[in-house]
């Protein structure tokens, strides 16, 4: 009899002995109140006794009966439920042996070498077991349907020391390839959302005659329209420099696969002095409605023009994806913005209750010297302000020692949990030489204030801070100082540095420019001779720089041990855990890229359990591109990344994978 069967007996006996305990418990009452009634209840409760096994006896045979009939009657409908199943069924064993195979999946297999897929399945299933217990459901191409494959699995074998458990398995295969075909159709016909924008429109305009504009105006459009009439799509001039461009999403993938020719293509017309037409190109497929996709078009488009221009910024399935950003960034050479911004920074200064400063992780001159700007900007406005400094490198230990030697700066620096009590709701927090919410110096402090005030020179990230009210982000200069140079220079309010901070804003242009030789434009020399007119001691600065010859001895070795790879790609290893490993690392790869026939050197070192990467190129190979996909950024000649939980050797294999991408990508 079956464990159901049983279980059900139980049931019934159960409230049967109920009923002639309630019995008994009556005759008793009875027989107390009249002792005449002893016997006959004796008798009575016998009789009782007797019926109740046998009407026991009667109803267990017949629920037997009935129950066996039943199970009978269900095992039969599920073996023809199985056997003649509508859909394609297959039982099979973890290890790829077939057990049956029903009419219908042999149907619909018959001319296909259907075991290789089976084999292919029955592996996933293992290793899909043996990390959970869910029930299979997956989705399968054969051939050219796809399945949706559904089933359970029991456990025939347990394991033990000779061998692994088995399970077997029972897989229904659904046909979906119509409803994945009409959701393909779908996706592709789902419109994409495009601004472009012409990078330097105003410098091109105005270095051509008069009589020439139209017709140059012509050709751009003319490239632009016809590069939109091949996927159909519309394209509407919003601005002189400005289109706004919808078509369909199927014609997305075509245009990653050319790499946007489209940014080639603009380069070829010809111009006045050669200058190439370069273009900002943002494209989202996020959003339900156009309004929805324009907005994060815009919010690409920013992030765009961030890192410099002459580039794609793709929104799609929550991430960005960037194609081209191949060429050096263009100086503005109007200063409109520079004197909009600082006019604002000094209201907002004004109507806050104090100011906190924020450079990045691991502090340099650059990001402490403008912090020092900004300080002096807000001390002219009346208002308290602090820099917060938790950390830095070498190249900060002698300015910091010389920076203590003042009193007044000694209580204007402030650690993580001074800074965290300092900052309200109605506190200015600036953050300077950095744009990325991973490498603030403390990120918590982004969430006390929505007041936010962001001053940063690197090609903008996917990590941006969103809430900004107020950024001054310029690809195109040479670092943040020479940023804060131009804001205090059209401050109107007059603002007069110190000569320590003037002194500390020219240490951080010559740092990040490497000594005005990389990434130095018009606006580089001008901030610089503003910052000369407080009689800055070069010596001191030079002082701050220089390195113990232990140092240089370090940073000759790893020089000395490069190895070259594609032929003009330096790469060095610097295997010492030392906590100022990425300023050796720093100076190493300035090293190497002096060498000639080296156009691009990158030196890898430990610094604590992260291993940091430092990256240099002469122009010729954008060095911003390669280090983003390891997480870190910076400029095209300049850049930097920091990978956790990995070896050396595993972050210098990675680093040669996405070089030899870059040069896939880029056909170099």
């Known amino acids: 009899m079956s464990n159901y069967n049983i279980k059900t007996l139980q049931k019934i006996e159960s409230k049967t002995k109920i009923y002639l305990i309630i019995i008994a418990i009556i005759l008793l009452v009875l027989c107390i109140n009249n002792l005449w009634y002893i016997i006959p209840s004796i008798i009575l409760y016998i009789g009782i006794i007797f019926y109740t096994i046998w009407i026991y006896n009667k109803r267990k045979g017949e629920l037997s009966s009935y129950i066996d009939e039943l199970t009978f009657t269900v095992d039969s409908a599920a073996k023809n439920t199985l056997i003649n199943s509508p859909f394609p069924l297959i039982i099979l064993e973890t290890n790829g042996n077939v057990v049956w195979r029903s009419s219908n999946f042999n149907k619909e297999f018959a001319n296909i070498g259907i075991n290789a897929y089976i084999d292919d399945i029955a592996k996933e299933i293992e290793l899909e077991i043996k990390n959970s217990t869910a029930n299979v459901d997956k989705h399968v191409k054969?051939?050219?349907?796809?399945?949706?494959?559904?089933?359970?699995y029991v456990q025939i074998k347990k394991k033990d020391r000779r061998r692994e458990a088995q399970y077997m398995i029972i897989l229904y295969f659904?046909?979906?390839?119509?409803?994945?075909?009409?959701?393909?159709?779908?996706?592709?016909?789902?419109?994409?959302?495009?601004?472009?924008?012409i990078d330097n429109y105003e410098e091109i305009?105005?270095?051509?005659?008069?009589?020439?504009?139209?017709?140059?105006?012509?050709?751009?459009?003319?490239?632009?329209?016809?590069?939109?009439?091949?996927?159909?799509g519309l394209m509407i001039k919003r601005d002189r420099d400005t289109f706004i461009y919808v078509f369909e999403q199927q014609y997305l993938e075509k245009m990653e696969e050319e790499k946007f020719s489209i940014l080639d293509k603009v380069k070829e017309i010809e111009t006045e002095e050669n200058m190439p037409i370069t273009l900002s190109i943002a494209i989202s497929t996020e959003g339900e409605?156009?309004?929805?996709?324009?907005?994060?078009?815009?919010?690409?488009?920013?992030i765009a023009l961030g890192r410099g221009g002459d580039q794609v910024v793709i929104r799609k399935d929550g991430k960005y994806?960037?194609?081209?950003?191949?060429?050096?960034?263009?100086?503005?050479?109007?200063?409109?913005?520079?004197?909009?911004?600082?006019?604002?920074?000094?209201?907002?200064?004004?109507?806050?209750?104090?100011?906190?400063?924020?450079g990045h992780m691991n502090g340099d001159i650059d990001s402490l010297g403008s912090s020092l700007g900004i300080y002096r900007l807000a001390r002219t406005l009346n208002k308290e302000a602090y820099i917060v400094n938790n950390t830095y490198g070498l190249t900060l230990a002698n300015f910091i020692e010389t920076l203590t030697e003042n009193e007044e700066y000694k209580s204007i620096i402030i650690d993580k949990?001074?800074?965290?009590?300092?900052?309200?709701?109605?506190?200015?927090?600036?953050?300077?030489?950095?744009?990325?919410?991973?490498?603030?110096?403390?990120?918590?402090?982004l969430d006390k204030t929505e007041k936010i005030v962001i001053i940063d020179h690197h090609r903008k990230s996917e990590d941006f801070i969103e809430n900004a009210i107020l950024t001054f982000h310029e690809a195109y200069a040479s670092s943040a100082a020479e940023l804060v140079t131009e804001i205090i220079e059209y401050a109107s309010k007059g603002v007069i540095l110190e000569q320590l901070e003037a002194e500390s804003l020219y240490a951080g242009i010559m740092m990040d420019t490497k000594n005005f030789t990389f990434k130095t434009g018009v606006r580089t020399f001008e901030a610089a001779a503003y910052l000369r007119k407080y009689g800055i001691d070069i010596i001191k600065v030079k002082k701050w720089f220089q390195s113990d010859l232990e140092s240089y001895n370090v940073i000759a070795d790893i020089v000395k041990n490069a190895e070259i790879i594609n032929n003009s790609i330096g790469i060095s290893v610097y295997n010492e855990k030392d906590k100022n490993a990425n300023l050796i690392c720093a100076k190493a790869a300035d090293e190497l890229i002096t060498i000639s026939d080296i156009t691009a050197s990158f030196v890898l070192g430990r610094m604590g359990d992260k291993i940091c990467i430092s990256g240099r190129s002469i122009g010729d190979i954008n060095v911003q591109v390669i280090l983003e996909k390891l997480g870190?950024?910076?400029?095209?000649?300049?850049?930097?990344?920091?990978?956790e939980g990995v070896t050396m050797e595993e972050a210098r294999d990675e680093l040669i994978i996405r070089i030899n991408e870059y040069f896939t990508e880029n056909g170099v």
């Open 174 to 197: 659904i046909d979906v390839t119509k409803e994945v075909n009409l959701e393909t159709k779908y996706n592709n016909s789902k419109a994409c959302m495009g601004i472009i924008m």
């Open 632 to 643: 870190g950024g910076g400029h095209i000649t300049l850049a930097g990344a920091q990978l």
């Open 321 to 358: 994806s960037f194609f081209g950003g191949t060429t050096q960034e263009l100086e503005k050479r109007t200063k409109v913005k520079a004197r909009v911004i600082s006019h604002t920074l000094e209201e907002l200064i004004q109507k806050a209750e104090n100011v906190v400063i924020m």
């Open 289 to 302: 409605t156009f309004y929805e996709k324009y907005e994060t078009a815009h919010i690409a488009i920013d």
């Open 142 to 152: 054969i051939n050219d349907k796809m399945y949706h494959v559904i089933g359970d």
């Open 205 to 232: 305009i105005q270095r051509i005659p008069e009589d020439n504009k139209p017709q140059l105006v012509a050709q751009i459009d003319k490239v632009l329209y016809e590069w939109a009439s091949e996927t159909g």
């Open 417 to 445: 949990a001074t800074a965290i009590a300092t900052v309200t709701e109605n506190t200015l927090l600036v953050v300077v030489d950095t744009h990325k919410k991973s490498y603030v110096e403390v990120a918590e402090l």
